[in-house]
């Protein structure tokens, strides 16, 4: 099966920066669209920034300008600056058509890892 696996959140003070990475593993033949995903708590889980396997991105309106998302195959970075206090969530990696030797797959989600922003 296909595995995601998240690095990189932890604390940080207002206006700083994080490095989110995603790496996904597994029999894989290629992955559409590769993401990442923000659930704040007592709040839905919400789209942060998704990137194709051509590079066409797609940002939160919340985060543009301050994320950038990148990709190289199968794994996925966000560089998160300027990180306000509104940020603190589990941010979740996402993989969407997932294409193995086994067959397609559904949405495939990492186990989250925590972003906090706070002084």
């Known amino acids: 099966q296909v595995q995601l696996v998240e690095s990189g959140g932890g604390l940080v003070q207002p206006g700083g920066s994080l490095r989110l990475s995603c790496a996904a593993s597994g029999s894989i033949l290629s992955i559409n669209v590769m993401g990442w995903y923000r659930q704040a708590p007592g709040k839905q889980r919400e789209l942060v920034a998704t990137?194709?396997?051509?590079?066409t991105t797609t940002y939160a309106d919340s985060v543009k300008g301050r994320f950038t998302i990148s990709r190289a195959k199968y794994t996925v970075s966000l560089q998160m600056n300027n990180l306000k206090p509104e940020d603190t969530a589990v941010y979740y990696c996402n993989a969407k058509g997932v294409s193995t030797i086994w067959g397609p797959l559904n949405d495939r989600w990492g186990q989250g890892t925590q972003v906090t922003v706070s002084s």
């Open positions: 990137i194709t396997s051509g590079g």
